[in-house]
């Protein structure tokens, strides 16, 4: 399949593996990167620039296929060495980073001097325009189901992506709830020119991760996740676990007046434990609506050809079905 997006990045499908937490190491990347995806790795996962220069070293050994980088600018006690990971990312030779969170300028003119494609994941339309306003070459439009940080405009993807498609010019890929074949051709149908997926890819073979985080996600449903953090404008979808429901309590309880201090032991730290100890109720941990979609934990090969048989029997078959009647 052909678009803009495979074009952009130099890839055989419109699929890409969102910057992930203490997910998104080599081995995810590597994996996706090699079905024909964009495989990201995650770069504040990395503690150092020194480390990520190592991460991508790494992913190089495993696959001779583009990958890219996730670069987060959230809200952050720590300022990292946001300077060092441009570097480390140029120099390591990489062609494609994921932004996201604060606006990405400033960091736009080393990255693209450096031949560096630059897709900001934005979750409205206004940021979606200031992105394409700033030079960036595509965006990830992330709507409401997203696992992660959703924003605070609460736009769901079937009123979020044709709103985008008016709205831009450069293209964008559907981000949040995409799962499978249908909702790849549903983002094409909707006006992007791919999809970006997070937690589908979590619950993969070859995911970095502890068996307990795949099993949890093929048994949650739909119905299973929570917005935390809301009060503080920093709204995260998380899968609900003992810690969170503790931590919406102490938000109920405190109102307005909460502050991060008060939630900080069920939000801090708590990606190694869960993601690498498989302690399930350690903490709030990024989990999208899309985990009801969740069934089976196939290698990331599997589940990427099976994405675009699907999409192409859907088009070719279904709809073309449709169409002729
Ligand atoms: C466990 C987890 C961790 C994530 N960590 C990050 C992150 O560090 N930076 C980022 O930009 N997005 C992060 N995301 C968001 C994903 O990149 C992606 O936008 C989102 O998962 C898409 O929604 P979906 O989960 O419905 O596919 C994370 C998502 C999950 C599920």
Redesign the pocket.
Not at 18 to 21: A, E, I
Not at 145 to 149: A, T, V
Not at 196 to 200: A, F, V
């Given at each position: 399949m052909k678009t803009r997006i495979t074009e952009l990045f130099g890839i055989q499908h419109p699929i890409i593996q969102?910057?992930?937490?203490y997910?998104g190491f080599a081995e995810m990347a590597a994996a996706v990167s090699n079905a024909g995806g964009l495989g990201i790795i995650?770069g504040?996962t990395q503690r150092t620039p020194e480390l990520l220069a190592n991460e991508i070293r790494r992913c190089r050994e495993m696959t001779d296929k583009p990958f890219g980088v996730?670069l987060?600018f959230l809200p952050s006690l720590s300022s990292p060495d946001y300077p060092g990971y441009i570097k480390a990312i140029i120099d390591g030779g990489v062609k494609a980073v994921?932004t996201?969170?604060n606006n990405p300028a400033k960091w736009l003119p080393a990255l693209q001097a450096a031949g560096v494609k630059v897709i900001h994941?934005c979750t409205s339309v206004r940021h979606s325009l200031k992105a394409e306003a700033i030079g960036c070459d595509a965006v990830?439009v992330?709507g409401f189901?997203?696992?992660?940080?959703p924003g605070e405009d609460d736009v769901p993807n079937f009123i979020l992506l044709p709103r985008a498609a008016e709205a831009l010019n450069i293209p964008f890929v559907a981000?949040?709830?995409?799962a499978d074949g249908r909702s790849l051709v549903a983002a094409l149908a909707l006006g992007a020119e791919g999809m970006?997926?997070?937690?589908?890819f979590?619950a993969t073979k070859e995911a970095p991760v502890h068996d307990n985080v795949k099993r949890a996600l093929v048994e949650a449903s739909e119905l299973d996740t929570r917005l935390v953090m809301r009060p503080l404008r920093n709204t995260e979808r998380v899968l609900t676990n003992a810690a969170v429901e503790r931590l919406l309590v102490t938000e109920r309880e405190r109102g307005a007046e909460v502050k991060f201090e008060d939630i900080a032991a069920e939000v801090a730290g708590v990606y190694p434990k869960v993601m690498q100890d498989g302690l399930m109720d350690a903490g709030a941990?990024?989990?999208?609506?899309?985990a009801g979609l969740i069934h089976d934990v196939p290698t990331v090969r599997e589940l990427i050809d099976r994405i675009m048989a699907e999409a192409e029997s859907i088009i070719g078959k279904r709809l073309a079905g449709f169409a002729a009647g």
């Open positions: 969102g910057g992930m937490h997910v995650t504040l996730n987060t994921e996201a969170g994941k990830s992330d189901e997203c696992g992660g940080h981000s949040g709830g995409m970006n997926m997070g937690t589908r979590i941990w990024s989990c999208g609506m899309v």
